[in-house]
């Protein structure tokens, strides 16, 4: 996992900004953007899922941190509908 993907999860989540990932879903397909609101790492395995609203698909969704290859933090802000545990 990127220092730099991570710190920007962060950054988001404090800031209550959205974020744009590149994810690769379990099933290997190609990676797909997702704008979501971050809101805590939960451990799995050797690695850890970041759990977030997916603001296009209205729910809660966990993402494999190994299987994010980009990040970015968008304008938009949202109001957490959990609490922040980044």
């Given at each position: 996992m990127s220092f730099s993907i991570l710190s920007t999860?962060?950054?988001?989540a404090h800031a209550h900004k959205t974020l744009i990932i590149e994810y690769q879903p379990k099933d290997g397909s190609t990676y797909e953007q997702r704008e979501i609101e971050p809101f805590s790492?939960?451990?799995e395995g050797t690695t850890?899922?970041?759990?977030a609203w997916d603001v296009d698909k209205q729910g809660v969704r966990s993402f494999l941190m190994?299987?994010?290859?980009?990040a970015r933090m968008?304008?938009?802000?949202?109001?957490p509908k959990y609490p922040i545990e980044l």
């Open positions: 999860i962060r950054q988001a790492f939960r451990p850890d899922r970041l759990m190994e299987n994010i290859r980009s968008t304008e938009h802000t949202f109001i």
